[in-house]
């Protein structure tokens, strides 16, 4: 099972970015899922004298999911593929969100560290090569008790759910990814939600990182299993026993 890794994943974003707004569209939920999530951080006062990271925003519907979560929050957005950020970025936004072209790691490298209260991250961690050292680098970039927010395609382990999700890519998303000259990204796609943690992997990975405080949550609809949020707290700091 051959994945797409590093530049050469960034390069394949970069080309289907042009459609990749009209394609998540055929998914029922897509967007009401994020926003959903994005309302699980709970965030105080609309997020005002907060500072959020949406670390691989794409096209920016994360983004726009946060903006309505939090809309006093200071939104940072960032993402490796330069093509969907210049789709996210042709988007109307007001001033307190901006966009980076930079991954993980390297804004931790740029000294971007320690300094936001929440982190969202949205479908990242499958696509990533080291999910362990991105959690390392998510944890640098937190206070101390700040809130880890990851909505990802981690399937449940049921054989059901991992039977749902190859017919659902047979049958939609490798077709209409093929149709639209993606072909090779969303065969990726399937096969990375094959390849990855799952559900309870990754809530152990999760807390292995420093995050001491892990619960997990499976997504309404079709995607029930297929779908979680994984909602933590960075240790070290005095923001409760639990994530909320």
Known sequence: MTLLRDHDLAR?????????????????????????????????????????LDLGCGTGASTRALLRAAP????????????????????RWPRNVHFLHRSAEELVTTHDDGSYD????????????????VLEAVRALLRPGGRLLVHEYSLSGSPVH??????????????????SGNGELYHHLWRSVLAFDTAP????????????????????????????????????????????
Request: with cysteine; aromatic share 10%.
């Open 12 to 52: 394949a974003f970069d080309h289907a970015s042009h459609t990749y707004d009209r394609l998540t569209a055929l998914n029922p939920g897509y967007r009401s899922g994020l926003l959903h999530s994005a309302h699980r951080l709970r965030l105080p006062r609309g997020g005002r004298g907060l500072r959020v």
């Open 72 to 91: 006093y929050a200071r939104i940072t957005a960032a993402d490796a593929s330069a093509g969907m950020l210049e789709r996210a970025r042709a988007k």
């Open 118 to 133: 929440a982190v969202f991250a949205a479908y990242l961690f499958r696509n990533v090569s080291e999910p362990a050292g």
């Open 162 to 179: 991992r039977a749902l999700w190859n017919a659902v890519c047979r049958g939609v998303i490798v077709p209409a990814g093929t149709l």
């Open 201 to 244: 992997a990754f809530a152990r990975r999760i807390s292995s990182a420093g995050f001491p405080f892990v619960r997990t949550v499976p997504v309404r609809g079709w995607q029930t299993g297929i779908v979680h949020v994984f909602l933590a707290r960075r240790g070290g700091g005095h923001a409760g026993s639990e994530a909320s």
